[in-house]
Structures are given as structure tokens and as C-alpha cells.
């Protein structure tokens, strides 16, 4: 009895210190096995069916690449060509246009338009999807309010068309970007700029070599940022397009529901594979340049 | 320096005029019908419309369940990576930043697999029952099990700036030797210094469960975006008015959520 004491009094730094390592351990473990059926299984489960076929007539399944080859050729590869180029498109513009409006924005001597704007795009970022679609639809679409007053038929406009979704997507894309770029052009000191027009440079001089190599990485994260967001996006242009611009996520959808052939769930999933393929490099990109951009900023 | 300023303004202007013309259109479009003038039938409709109440109770009830699981599983993980096991940290980062590599269609393509197993391989063992059960179409569990995964990284960031922000060990190590249990130290100690993290993550993970269609939409559930979709075939007013209403509450909801935060991020200060 006295035994355990003393050494509970000897030694409370140590015994406080294996009681807050165990907890460590057992708090986190509800997280890792909730994420390792929720994420996991079904993440298991897309890889081993995009490699699987099944037999109709035996139900015996193989395992094989015929998914993976079917996926990237005829309807299916135009499919992932076409959510390439819209997003690759779509983030371009999302890039140049939300640099050019975050800069108005941050050298505005306005504090309150700065406030109105960044809190607008938090909102607007966030506005993606179905509403989207159709406030859009309502604004552009074939008995669209513009589309009428202007008569933009006649001259040949259709929402539901390649640029029809650029217009749209960049409604959430630009303030995606006013988001992210802004507090790199925070990071840009007034003292650099006065640096430079003290040593002779021109405007166009200093953002060659000063401005833009500093924004560079954070404007490649912000860019891949935004192609990732437009590639993985769905339910808009299932609102808005149906099936008349070919997109990976439509054709998804459509394959899972066995919509136009039955028995293609195994090519969506390796459609799926090759989706998260994308993103993963999208991921891979970003990842490093925001860490580069975070040294700057610091 | 003028022409400097007249750059500004135009591109303001610019984005002016592309921000706000759609949604002044729509607004237009949802009063004033061709043939009828001006008219708020369509607001009027919005509460009476078929499937409305149970499209949005049910997305209430998903928000809900979503947001109790997840600060659930995330909170505690989140203080005890804070205290120790600094091994474990970058590991729960990389879980957490995992779905953003996997969009959502691709997700909800293995969850469809994963069901059909249900009735393809086990209906003779218990596990169908519970494979019945969490597609129960008056509450699926299912899409609270996707929605949790899909807020993870929303509420890593929240939480991890959240905790950045206080000295969990101080405070933890505080209330303990005030004679509090670890989980009085949570609740007690803790989780008061973490409402803006908190209430950050939830305001974002319920705009994302109000928001969501594509998993609901594939799995065949109706809540709140994929009714309205629906009718957008059929009422084009109604839907489009729906639509100005919802962006309306999320603005809303944002608005509270940046006063709220502003004014815990004070509070302790004075």
C-alpha cells in the first residue's frame, strides 16, 4: 500500500504521460474505422469492379482491362475529352478574371467594398449545383428573361451548349478564385513595388519580374483548385445540359443507372477510376505549389 | 493614377453586371410570367408544393445527423491529436483530404456497388438486414455515412484553425487538475474556446448536405435538390423561385456565420 503510493508521488510526470498517449490513440480510432467502411469499402469496391467483368450467361466474373480500355475510347473517351476541356476552359478564365477582380478589390482604398466582395464570393463559391442551373436557365436559357428582351436566339445563342456551361461555371469559379488569391496579393508589399519605381522599373517591368513570379505558384494552385472543382462538378450541368455536351459525370450517372446500355456499372466504375486518376494529379500539383505560395505569405 | 482607377472600375462594373444580372433575371422571371404580368404565385406555391415539406424536413434531418456524427467522430480525434501522437497527425490529414480526390459521381459509383452486394451475396446472412436497413428511404442512413465522408476536409480546416487558435494542453491540463474527468475537460474546457470552429463546421457541412444532389440523386433518394430539380421540368417558375429562396437562406446563413465568428473570435479577448 505505502508502496504505491510513494510511487505514485515519485513518478506523476511519467504516469501522466501514459495516460494521455493511450487516449491519443483510442480517440482517433472511431474516426479511421468509420472512414475505412464509409470511404474505404466503396472506394475498394469501385477499383476491384473497374477491373472486374461478369459473365451474363455464367455470372462467373474475371478479372481484366477491358473496362479501363472501353473507358477511354469512342463515346466515353469524347466524354472525358469534353470534361477536360470545360474545365481546363472554364478555370483559365475563372483565373484571369478573378485575379484581375481581386487585385481591383485589394488595392481599393474602399474597406467596405473589400468586405461586400470577399463575403459575396464566400456566398458564391458555395452557390453551385441545381439552383445554379436554374437561375441561369431563367436568365439565359431558351425562354430565359435576357434571352427574350434580347432576342438571343435569333442570333444564334443556346445556354445549353460548350460556353453555355463556361458562363455558368464561372459564376462559382471566379469568387473560387477571388478566395484564393487574395491573400497572396496581400503578401505583395508595397515596399517591393516602391523598390522597383525606385530603381527605374516600369508598372509592366515590376509585375514581370516581381509581381507575377511571387503570385505564381498560388495562381497555379488556384487555377488547378478551380479544374479540379469544375471537373468533379455534376449536378449543374445534369440540371442545365441534360446530355447534349458530353461530360464524364453525365456519363457516369447515365452507366450506373443503366440509362442508355445495361450492363455498363463496370465501365462507370472505371470511368470513376479514371476521374479520381485526374483529380489525384490535380491533387499531387496543388498540394506542393500551396505550400510554396504559403512561404511568401508567411 | 486615373487610368489606373478607370481599370478598376470597369472590371467592378464588370463583375458587377455578371453577378448580379442573373440573379435579378431570375427574380423577373419568377413574377413576371408571359401572359399573366406581373405575379408572386410563384412564392405563394413554393409551401403547398408537392413534396416540398418532405423534400426539406428530410434534408433538415440529414443535415442534422450529419453534423452530430461528424463533430462526433471528429472533435475528439481532433483535441487527442492535439495532445499527443503527433504520429498520428499527418495521417488523419491525409484521411480527411481524401474525398476531395475522389468527386462525389465517382464516390456514389462504389456506394451503388457496395448496396447491390446486399442482395447479390449476403441475403441469407444478418448483414442484409442492415444493408435493408440503411436504405430505409424514410431516413437513409446511407447518405448520412457519404455526407460525413464528403464534409470531412471542411471540418478538419475548421477545427484545425479552431484549435490553432487555443492551448488545448493548458486547458486540459487545467481542468484535470481541478479533479475533472477527460471528458469534462472536453466539454467543459474545451469545447466553449472552440464554438467559432465548431459552428463554422457546421454552418459548411449543412450548406453542403441543403446542397447536395449527385449522391442523393444516384441512390434514388428525394431531399431538398433533388426535389427541386424534379420539378424544374414541370414548373419552371416554381422551380426557378425555389432556387432565388434558397440562395437567399445561404447567403443568410453565411452572413450569421461570419457576425457569429467575428464576435467569438473577440469575445474571449475582452
Same mark, same amino acid.
Given at each position: 500500500m505505502t508502496a504505491t503510493l510513494t510511487r505514485v508521488d515519485v513518478a506523476p510526470a511519467a504516469s501522466v504521460k501514459r495516460r494521455r498517449r493511450a487516449p491519443g490513440w483510442l480517440a482517433v480510432l472511431p474516426l479511421l474505422a468509420f472512414v475505412a467502411v464509409a470511404f474505404g469499402v466503396p472506394a475498394l469496391a469501385m477499383l476491384n469492379g473497374a477491373f472486374t467483368v461478369k459473365d451474363?450467361?455464367?455470372g462467373a466474373t474475371s478479372y481484366t482491362t477491358a473496362n479501363l480500355t472501353d473507358s477511354l475510347q469512342g463515346a466515353y473517351f469524347t466524354a472525358l475529352i469534353g470534361s477536360v476541356k470545360l474545365s481546363a476552359v472554364s478555370a483559365l478564365l475563372a483565373t484571369v478574371l478573378g485575379l484581375l477582380l481581386a487585385q481591383a478589390v485589394v488595392t481599393s482604398r474602399f474597406r467596405a467594398l473589400r468586405e461586400a466582395v470577399l463575403t459575396a464570393s464566400g456566398v458564391l463559391a458555395n452557390f453551385g449545383g441545381v439552383p445554379l442551373a436554374f437561375a441561369f436557365v431563367a436568365t439565359l436559357?431558351? @425562354?430565359g428573361v435576357l434571352t427574350r428582351h434580347l432576342g438571343l436566339t435569333d442570333k444564334g445563342? @443556346?445556354?445549353?451548349s460548350f460556353w453555355g456551361l463556361v458562363i455558368v461555371y464561372l459564376y462559382f469559379l471566379i469568387p473560387l478564385m477571388v478566395l484564393t488569391i487574395t491573400p497572396a496579393l496581400d503578401g505583395l508589399r508595397s515596399q517591393w513595388r516602391e523598390a522597383a519605381r525606385n530603381n527605374g522599373a516600369t508598372n509592366v517591368q515590376y509585375w514581370q519580374h516581381v509581381g507575377l513570379p511571387v503570385l505564381l505558384p498560388s495562381l497555379l494552385g488556384g487555377f488547378v483548385l478551380l479544374f479540379g472543382s469544375a471537373f468533379a462538378a455534376y449536378a449543374t450541368a445534369a440540371a442545365m445540359v441534360g446530355s447534349s455536351v458530353p461530360l464524364v459525370t453525365l456519363q457516369i450517372a447515365d452507366a450506373i443507372s443503366g440509362n442508355?446500355?445495361?450492363?455498363?456499372e463496370n465501365v462507370a466504375l472505371a470511368l470513376s477510376l479514371d476521374m479520381v486518376l485526374i483529380a489525384g494529379l490535380v491533387m499531387a500539383v496543388y498540394l506542393p505549389l500551396q505550400r510554396r505560395s504559403a512561404r511568401w505569405l508567411a | 493614377m486615373a487610368r489606373l482607377n478607370l481599370w478598376r472600375w470597369a472590371v467592378l462594373a464588370f463583375a458587377g453586371v455578371y453577378f448580379l444580372v442573373p440573379l435579378a433575371a431570375s427574380v423577373i422571371f419568377t413574377v413576371d410570367v408571359p401572359g399573366e404580368g406581373i405575379t408572386f404565385d410563384a412564392y405563394g406555391e413554393i409551401v403547398g408544393a408537392d413534396g416540398f415539406l418532405p423534400g426539406l424536413v428530410l434534408s433538415l434531418e440529414l443535415g442534422a445527423a450529419t453534423i452530430a456524427v461528424v463533430l462526433l467522430l471528429m472533435v475528439p480525434a481532433m483535441v487527442a491529436l492535439r495532445l499527443g501522437a503527433p504520429r498520428l497527425r499527418p495521417i488523419v490529414e491525409v484521411i480527411c483530404s481524401l474525398p476531395l480526390v475522389v468527386p462525389p459521381i465517382a464516390f456514389v459509383a462504389g456506394i451503388s456497388t457496395v448496396l447491390k452486394w446486399?442482395?447479390?451475396?449476403? @441475403?441469407?446472412?444478418?448483414?442484409f438486414q442492415t444493408f435493408v436497413a440503411i436504405q430505409n428511404?424514410?431516413?437513409?442512413v446511407v447518405l448520412v455515412l457519404a455526407y460525413v465522408v464528403m464534409a470531412l476536409p471542411f471540418v478538419h480546416r475548421a477545427l484545425d484553425a479552431g484549435l490553432r487558435a487555443i492551448d488545448v494542453r493548458t486547458l486540459v491540463e487545467a481542468a484535470r487538475s481541478c479533479g475533472a474527468s477527460p471528458v469534462q475537460a472536453l466539454v467543459t474546457a474545451v469545447l466553449p474556446n472552440l464554438r467559432g470552429a465548431l459552428l463554422n463546421a457546421s454552418f459548411l457541412t449543412l450548406a453542403l448536405v441543403l446542397g447536395e444532389f449527385t449522391v442523393a440523386q444516384i441512390l434514388g433518394y428525394q431531399p431538398f435538390a433533388v426535389w427541386i430539380y424534379s420539378v424544374g421540368g414541370s414548373q419552371a417558375q416554381l422551380s426557378v423561385a425555389v432556387s432565388v429562396l434558397s440562395l437567399l437562406v445561404t447567403w443568410a446563413l453565411l452572413l450569421a456565420l461570419a457576425g457569429l465568428g467575428g464576435r467569438s473570435r473577440t469575445a474571449p479577448r475582452g
Open positions: 451474363q450467361a455464367t436559357g431558351n @425562354s445563342w @443556346s445556354l445549353y442508355v446500355l445495361v450492363g455498363q | 446486399g442482395p447479390e451475396h449476403l @441475403s441469407r446472412t444478418p448483414l428511404p424514410d431516413f437513409p
